[in-house]
């Protein structure tokens, strides 16, 4: 059995690392990378820190506008997987190379698995909606991180090929934590476990210079250290507003870290504030309270018990009242499984027929 993993930005290729380890029993996996992320600290090092193998097939796909970027994936993707002739493509996520992976996938006919599959913020404002939306309707095996996402997809009417496996960032979490927590990053930041907040910001609602303003205001509202690993995007937007130095001042800026470094500052924060979909949730799994600078989330378990609180956007009232009343309740329910995504979605694509060619 041959199977195609198609990534292209920093929380998929720490999503195909444990899956990569787990197809290996099972399958020829085979690794393809649309260049979406390009820098080291967005790219290289997560295939460094986590084990993942070098892509085989390279797309550099690059920056773009949402239009120009998905077309260059889909034209380097097509001849590949053509050419590879994959028994099962999966997908992960809900970015432009999954949306990209997806409709490649889905027009030559090759069986599709959407990893992380039935997520939704009931918001099409988001570009990651829409990518969500597509890469379910046209997968055929959907593998499902909660039973939130489960009960979305059958909403829609989707109940086929739906698999309830966990989530996959639970795997890795659990095999790298021991190895975040000997990193030296607390020292070197000068931060107190427990003494600090911890902040990231990359969504595209959040990231336009005219929201700058608003960003600055919260990174002033946080009442301790704060400390703040900049996407490239949002550094650029800082810049081209002319407040980089009134963030400078406000927070510890890094460049963006590995997951290794990025996991210790998650592990000893006593908040986080973040736009991520990934660090919500792993700042539930460590039982970090979060604060999401959002009015939607994906991950509504997370809020409904307490955990996680939306402010609206970049909003610095909300996001000092969120400061301010700061909990951590008692329930923490395993909401994502156990830390075998991988090897159940493993199970499932095993089990999955052969391809025949032509499809
Ligand atoms: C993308 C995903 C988002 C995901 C995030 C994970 C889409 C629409 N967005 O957002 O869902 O949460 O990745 O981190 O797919 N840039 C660099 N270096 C790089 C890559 C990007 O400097 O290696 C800069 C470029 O100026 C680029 C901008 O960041 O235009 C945005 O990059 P892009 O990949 O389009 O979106 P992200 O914000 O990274
Ligand atoms: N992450 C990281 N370094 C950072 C910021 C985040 O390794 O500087 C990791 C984080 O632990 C999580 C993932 O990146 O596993 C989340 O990715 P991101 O926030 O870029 O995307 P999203 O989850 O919102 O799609």
Redo the contacts with the bound molecule.
């Keep these: 059995m041959k199977v195609v993993s198609v990534v292209g930005?920093?929380?998929q290729f720490i999503k195909a690392a444990p899956l990569a380890a787990a197809l290996a029993a099972v399958a020829d996996h085979v690794l393809v990378h649309t260049g979406?992320?390009?820098?080291a600290e967005?790219?290289q090092i997560f295939f460094d820190e986590l084990g993942l193998a070098p892509p085989d097939h390279e797309i550099e796909a690059g920056?773009g506008s949402?239009a120009g970027?998905t077309a260059a994936m889909l034209t380097g993707l097509e001849p590949v997987l053509t050419a590879e002739r994959p028994d099962v493509v999966l997908v992960y996520g809900?970015?432009?190379?999954t949306l990209a992976g997806a409709l490649v996938a889905a027009k030559l006919r090759l069986r599709l698995g959407h990893v992380e599959s039935g997520l939704r913020s009931f918001d099409r404002a988001m570009?990651?909606e829409v990518?969500r939306v597509v890469a379910d309707v046209v997968s055929d095996l959907r593998f499902c991180p909660s039973e939130t996402a489960v009960r979305n997809l059958t909403a829609e009417g989707i109940t086929d090929g739906v698999h309830l496996v966990g989530d996959v960032m639970v795997d890795v979490a659990r095999t790298f934590a021991p190895a975040a927590r000997r990193s030296d990053v607390l020292e070197r930041l000068d931060l107190e476990p427990g003494g600090y907040a911890l902040v990231t910001v990359?969504r595209?609602s959040n990231t336009s210079p005219e929201a700058m303003p608003a960003l600055v205001a919260v990174l002033e509202a946080i009442d301790r250290p704060a400390v703040f690993p900049i996407?490239?995007?949002t550094r650029?937007a800082l810049e081209a507003a002319g407040l980089l130095g009134r963030a400078e001042a406000a927070a510890t800026l890094t460049p963006p870290l590995g997951y290794l470094e990025f996991t210790a500052l998650l592990l000893s924060a006593a908040v986080c504030l973040t736009d991520?979909?990934g660090v919500q949730k792993e700042a539930y799994l460590h039982r970090v309270p979060c604060i999401t600078l959002r009015d939607t989330s994906e991950w509504v378990e997370t809020i409904e018990l307490g955990w996680n609180r939306l402010t609206g956007g970049l909003d610095a009232t909300a996001a000092a009242v969120a400061l301010a009343g700061l909990v951590r309740p008692d329930a923490h329910p395993p909401l994502y499984g156990d830390g075998d995504a991988s090897a159940r979605i493993a199970e499932v694509v095993a089990a999955a027929p052969l391809a025949s060619w032509p499809p």
């Excluded at 979406?36 to 820098?39: E, T, V």
């Design positions: 930005n920093r929380p979406q992320h390009y820098d967005l790219s920056s949402h970027q809900d970015t432009n190379s570009p990651e990518n990359h595209q996407h490239p995007r650029g991520s979909g």
